[in-house]
């Protein structure tokens, strides 16, 4: 089934500990995207990539890196854990340029608890 | 700044209709968008507006006015299976998506 794959699907993480979020698509899609979602808040982006090979920062990049190696995969990684990073963390994709109309596609997301 | 402002919950009442507005102030603008999320899973696209107008889509229509900064989705023949988050999206000057907090809508029987 075409869509995207993020893993793990849950975690509990200790404090300064480092972690990668994995995020594959199997859609050729040229952007790709990471976000938070917390509570009362709307889904705020964390680093975006238009094509493999670029990357760009969103609104909350602070503590949180990206690469994007290849079309398919785009990890995000806590370099540090901190408590306010606790979350839930959404990868989606578009196709991009004038394709973007119709919305991005997301994976099913993961919980993220830092203690 | 730029934001995105919708209720934060609706109840209504199954075979029934509702409308969630969606008001925004954005740096440009280049779409809107709905978005359905049931509790625990991913969003999932719903409709994308860009011209002034009603988009309908089977019970689902969307309707935008670019001068008023105002959207709204409108759910008809309400379902038990309607009973979600809907999020409002802006897509800025810059093609990035600006989303609002979402609407929590309960349906009774």
């Known amino acids: 089934i075409a869509g995207i794959t993020q893993a793990p699907t849950s975690q509990i993480l200790a404090a300064g500990r480092r972690m990668t979020l994995r995020c594959t698509q199997d859609?050729?899609?040229?952007?790709m995207y990471w976000y938070r979602q917390d509570l009362g808040l709307g889904l705020r982006l964390i680093h975006y990539?238009?094509?493999?090979?670029?990357?760009g920062k969103g609104e909350v990049p602070d503590g949180y890196s990206v690469s994007r190696a290849n079309t398919d995969d785009f990890p995000l990684t806590l370099a540090s854990a901190v408590p306010s990073q606790t979350s839930v963390y959404f990868c989606?994709?578009?196709?991009?340029?004038?394709?973007?109309?119709?919305?991005?596609?997301f994976g099913s997301g993961t919980r993220l608890t830092v203690v | 700044g730029q934001n995105i402002d919708q209720p934060t919950e609706m109840t209504a009442t199954e075979g029934a209709i509702v409308q969630i507005n969606c008001t925004y102030q954005?740096?440009?603008?280049?779409?809107l968008f709905w978005y359905q999320q049931h509790a625990g899973e991913a969003p999932t696209f719903l409709s994308y507006?860009?011209l002034d107008g009603l988009e309908e889509k089977g019970r689902f229509s969307s309707f935008l006015s670019r001068s008023k900064g105002y959207s709204y989705l409108l759910l008809k023949e309400l379902q038990m299976k309607d009973s979600a988050s809907y999020l409002c999206?802006?897509?800025?000057?810059?093609?990035?998506?600006?989303w609002g907090a979402g609407t929590k809508l309960i349906i009774k029987p």
């Open positions: 989606a994709s578009s196709e991009g340029g004038d394709s973007f109309k119709e919305g991005y596609t």
């Open positions: 859609m050729r899609h040229n952007a």
């Open positions: 990539s238009n094509t493999a090979g670029t990357t």
């Open positions: 954005t740096s440009g603008f280049n779409g």
């Open positions: 507006n860009v």
């Open positions: 999206a802006v897509s800025d000057s810059n093609y990035q998506l600006i």
